[in-house]
């Protein structure tokens, strides 16, 4: 397919200014994989297979346990990130019904499948790399943790969606709109419409519920753990007084935080879920609209 970089960079225009993390970070590191997968004819399958090498590469380096392996472990990951970006703009550009809903499916369901690989590569890896490198258990146990928060936080939000689509199709249910837009109808309930970027820079770092500030979501954890690395490296002698005491890092102390944000998070959307029944609500309010 003939199509020029401009082209792809002006397509992804709205993508950036719909202001999401993922985009506003990744999508603008992703035109010239985009540029590349289009002019050798990949397919938006491919490429979403293709993003599951940068896992295994991640989880490997990260079970190494060394300052340098774990940094470059990290950055496979944000690779991970970017490549998540591009599958769309491939599907978006070699077929343009996908703007309107008509989307490869087989293409949503490889990139549905990296995202359950990604956080046992994540935590598993992670767990190992940091037993090796302060030589305590406890952290194999912490890596298993953080696998099962990750999954946990995916699958919650993801198996909503698709209950919610179940009842749609079993109710026979007329919406009237997208998918996307149904799914963004759902988000916005169970987000309690709260939207971070009106709140001061507290919450937007620090929030846990209903929506999670900055410092615990995917997009900057990579990051964030790069810059508390090289901290660890060239501050040590300043540090190892005060934070490396009995196998405890900086590092260590970011993981720690996030598995209490993610916890906290899925027990209050469990909680808020049984009580509320946002699926069950939303699919109600679409039949009253259609009667």
Not at 73 to 100: A, H, W, Y
Not at 108 to 116: C, E, K, R
Not at 141 to 165: D, N, P, T
Not at 256 to 272: D, E, S
Request: glycine content about 8%; hydrophobic content about 50%; aromatic content about 14%.
């Amino acid at each position: 397919m003939k199509i020029t970089y401009k082209e792809i960079k002006e397509g992804q225009k709205h993508d950036i200014e719909v202001r999401l993390i993922v985009n506003m970070i990744y999508r603008k590191f992703s035109t010239p994989f985009t540029f590349a997968f289009i002019r050798m004819g990949f397919s938006p399958e491919a490429v979403s297979i293709l993003s599951y090498l940068p896992l295994l590469a991640g989880f490997y380096l990260l079970s190494l346990g060394t300052y340098v392996a774990m940094i470059a472990g990290f950055l496979f990951f944000m690779l991970f990130k970017i490549l998540d970006c591009c599958d769309g703009e491939v599907s978006r550009i070699s077929n343009p019904d996908t703007m309107q809903g008509k989307m490869n499916m087989e293409g949503a369901y490889f990139d549905s499948v990296g995202h359950l690989i990604y956080p046992v590569c994540l935590g598993v890896g992670l767990g190992i790399g940091l037993f090796r490198f302060y030589n305590n258990q406890i952290y194999l146990v912490l890596g298993a943790l953080l696998s099962i928060l990750f999954a946990l936080e995916y699958g919650l939000s993801q198996f909503a969606k698709f209950y919610l689509r179940r009842g749609v199709l079993n109710r026979n249910i007329k919406i009237g709109m997208t998918d996307k837009k149904l799914q963004q109808e759902l988000g916005k309930r169970m987000n309690k419409n709260m939207n971070l970027a009106k709140k001061n820079i507290f919450l937007r770092l620090f929030s846990i519920y209903p929506v999670q500030g900055l410092v615990y979501v995917g997009e900057f954890i990579y990051p964030i753990a790069i810059i508390l690395i090289l901290i660890e490296m060239y501050a040590n002698d300043y540090l190892k007084n005060i934070v490396l005491l009995q196998g405890i890092g900086l590092l260590m102390l970011y993981i720690w935080l996030l598995a209490f944000a993610k916890t906290i998070w899925i027990i209050n959307f469990i909680y808020r879920m049984k009580k509320e029944k946002y699926i069950s609500a939303l699919l109600k309010n679409l039949q009253n609209k259609r009667t």
